[in-house]
């Protein structure tokens, strides 16, 4: 039991790591208290909430895989190297890519409550 519970303690530390010292993780962190926020003025229902913790989540996902794959390859290859750096652009899109999923799902759902707001 000990061992599972020393495994949320590395999780939090790999979160604490990642939001400290990258800028685009707190930038998405913020976004996602705004949508939150907004989610609950609007009161969104059950499924709508499900598509925005999940594009929410698919964010957070690719953004610490791309945290954790640019901190390898700084380690294997600290020198500049043209496949290292396709590497850290792959990964960076894939984050843009979630990014742009997660921005059509809030206008998807956002964009007819706001319009039925005005």
Not at 20 to 32: D, E, G, V, Y
Not at 50 to 66: G, Q, Y
Request: glycine letters at 4%; proline letters at 3%.
């Amino acid at each position: 039991m000990k061992k599972f519970f020393k495994g949320f303690y590395f999780a939090w530390k790999g979160i604490s790591y990642s939001f400290s010292t990258q800028p685009n993780f707190r930038i998405h962190c913020l976004i996602a208290l705004f949508v939150i926020n907004a989610g609950f003025y609007f009161a969104l229902n059950t499924v709508e909430w499900l598509w925005i913790i999940a594009a929410t989540a698919v964010v957070f996902i690719a953004e610490l895989f791309n945290t954790a794959l640019e901190t390898l390859v700084d380690l294997v290859s600290p020198e500049f190297n043209l496949q290292a750096g396709r590497i850290k652009d792959i990964s960076a899109a894939a984050v843009l890519i979630a990014a742009i999923m997660a921005l059509l799902t809030g206008v998807l759902i956002f964009l007819p409550k706001i319009i039925d707001a005005a």
